[in-house]
């Protein structure tokens, strides 16, 4: 499993992006939001991990997302 990049871009990124009112925040939290959705999509696409482990590395990070 390949996912180093991945959980650096989930170490760095703010969950509640979307809640702030400043526009470059949330432009910034959208754009990062976008690229690791690509990631996700091209580790289980390319077969470099399934989408159980891509959820367990969410979980590892965000805890349980409502």
């Known amino acids: 499993m390949n996912t180093k990049t991945l959980e650096s871009m989930y170490a760095g990124f703010d969950l509640h992006y979307d809640r702030s009112d400043d526009h470059s925040v949330w432009s910034k939290g959208h754009r990062q939001w ?33």
């Open 34 to 66: 976008q690229a690791i959705c690509h990631e996700e999509q091209r580790l289980i696409h390319g077969g470099l991990a399934s989408v159980d482990e891509i959820e367990f590395i969410k979980l590892k990070y965000f805890g349980e997302l409502k």
